[in-house]
């Protein structure tokens, strides 16, 4: 065998080796634990082309085909109701030592009232119409006003109502005192039943709520970057670093393909360190977070958390069935 043959030889070992240690079909797949979460329950789509930090959406839904908003109470029994295994919603402090159920940071894009949403009292929140500011049409009608008002829920309402279902908490804050505040909150609520929380957040506040609260799963986005980066870079070798633990590691659909071993051994990987993939939609710079809005596009094999805008669409449908 001469050199040109050897090294060939070799070339083709390390990439059946390569192969062979992040083959999807080596890992156990995990159908059975496939669930889906509902960003925001049940609520009002809208277009996510040209979406900026600023943008109003509730000035551009689609024409209404139900009556519910994001982050209300109705809005996640609704998502339950329609199977969803996990609900995601938005949560502000108040000066009042209150934390709300609530997207935006001000209030001028949803409802009829004025200001920074967390400098606020719960009894001024709790007189808005939250629904009063949506348009299909450009301000010409405004089918969900008069609708919700008084209806922004306070956290502690939420985890009352509903203490069983599972629910994924994103701190709209980057203000660490928040993850003392929200502590102290969770430990005072008797229907907290912590193990079906999970917190995410961005900045200082998720590391510093993790560390005062060790059994509830939480991760940042700058965690999930540096995790993934990790393991693009060393995946192939079977390596998961520390930032990949304890969370919730997103993939957006197109970026699959970096991902060695997906999506099977990935999955497997990530158990090992008591964390779980969670698939999102498609990402696109100056494009609003998507979700995975069809049954059809869930992996066959994935058996991870389905972020979803769209659970009226999803539901059931994308589970596994029964033989």
Known sequence: MNRKNAVVGILLLIVAGLYS???ATLALAAKNQLEILAHRGLHQTYSPVGIARDTCTASRIDQPVHGYIENTIPSIQAALDLGADMVEFDIHSTVDGEFVVFHDWTLECRTNGKGVTRKQTL???KSLDIGYGYTADEGNTYPLRGKYIGAMPTLGEVLTIFPKAKFLINIKSNDVKD???????????QHANRERLLVYGSGKNIPVFAA???DIVTFSKQQVKSCLTDYVMLGWSGH??????????MIPQNYRWLIW???SQFEARLRQVNSRVMLMGPYKKGQAISGVDHPDDVPE???GIVFTNRIDLMGDAALPQAE
Do not use: E, M
């Open 21 to 23: 240690c992040n083959s």
């Open 123 to 125: 009894k001024y929140l």
């Open 179 to 189: 993850s003392h505040r929200l502590t102290r909150y969770l430990n005072a609520q």
């Open 212 to 214: 005062l609260n060790p």
């Open 240 to 249: 998961v670093s520390a930032d990949c633990r304890n969370g919730l590691i």
């Open 261 to 263: 071993g997906w999506p």
């Open 301 to 303: 094999n994935f058996g």
